[in-house]
């Protein structure tokens, strides 16, 4: 059973960064292909990011060139560096792990999920 843990929200002004973390324990964390989804009160689990078990990417339009996934395999970590950030980013964070070699946008394709964190970003 994998675990994942989601650490780094926040608060911060538009136009600012923050750094998401994801932990992993309980599994071979460089064998899962792994992602990063969002979801706003009232809205649907959206993709945000993904990064395949051999380091192909992938990012939603709305994030593409602002945000940047990464993973060590040393660490059992996945980070998203969040940069540019707008008040339509303000979302809970889930990081994801997908017992696949590719990765996926659609969250039911995932097998872990981590609790989430809250970023709020404001005007």
């Known amino acids: 059973q994998v675990q994942l843990v989601e650490s780094g929200g926040g608060l911060v002004q538009a136009g600012g960064s923050l750094r998401l973390s994801c932990a992993a324990t309980g599994g071979t964390f460089g064998t899962y292909a792994m992602g990063w989804f969002r979801q706003a009160p009232g809205k649907e689990r959206e993709f945000v990011a993904a990064?395949?078990?051999?380091?192909?990417?992938a990012y939603a339009d709305s994030v593409k060139g602002r945000f940047t996934i990464s993973r060590d395999n040393a660490k059992n970590t996945l980070a998203l560096q969040m940069n540019t950030l707008k008040p339509e980013d303000t979302a809970v964070y889930y990081c994801?792990?997908?017992?696949?070699?590719?990765?996926?946008?659609?969250?039911?394709?995932?097998?872990?999920w981590g609790q989430g964190t809250q970023v709020t970003v404001s005007s």
């Open positions: 994801a792990a997908r017992q696949q070699f590719s990765l996926s946008y659609y969250h039911n394709d995932y097998d872990y």
């Open positions: 990064r395949s078990r051999s380091g192909y990417t």
